[in-house]
């Protein structure tokens, strides 16, 4: 399965900003996914994940609140619904899935990866 992320860029903070990430290859409809994002010189870190139906949902203690994540398998695309950015969420954001149904924060947990897409947020 191939993933492409996209959907980043410029916001101020306090703003909004949609990221899409499509699959193709494969369905996705048994495959929980998720979304990770890597600030410049810090580690990779858990966004949040969604399980293949979307039913069930894990976020991260700051995505909590101020992120959604959401899916469409008819679509083959999962989305990251972001408000009130602050300048500390500035990443670059990944996509991932995993051959699993249920969703996890464990970044070894997940077998594919898209490209990332760039968020910056100026204060």
């Known amino acids: 399965v191939q993933l492409q992320a996209s959907g980043g860029g410029l916001v101020q903070a306090g703003g909004s900003l949609r990221l899409s990430c499509k699959a193709s290859?494969?369905?996705?409809?048994?495959?929980?996914m998720g979304w990770f994002r890597q600030a410049p010189g810090k580690e990779r870190e858990f966004v949040a994940s969604?399980?293949?139906?979307?039913?069930?949902?894990v976020y991260a203690d700051f995505s909590q609140g101020r992120f959604t994540i959401s899916r469409d398998n008819a679509k083959s695309t999962q989305y990251l619904q972001m408000s009130s950015l602050k300048p500390e969420d500035t990443a670059v954001y990944y996509c991932?899935?995993?051959?699993?149904?249920?969703?996890?924060?464990?970044?070894?947990?997940?077998?594919?990866w898209g490209q990332g897409t760039k968020v910056t947020v100026s204060s």
């Open positions: 290859g494969r369905t996705i409809s048994t495959s929980a």
């Open positions: 991932a899935l995993r051959s699993s149904f249920v969703p996890t924060h464990r970044i070894d947990d997940y077998d594919s």
């Open positions: 969604i399980s293949n139906g979307g039913r069930t949902t």
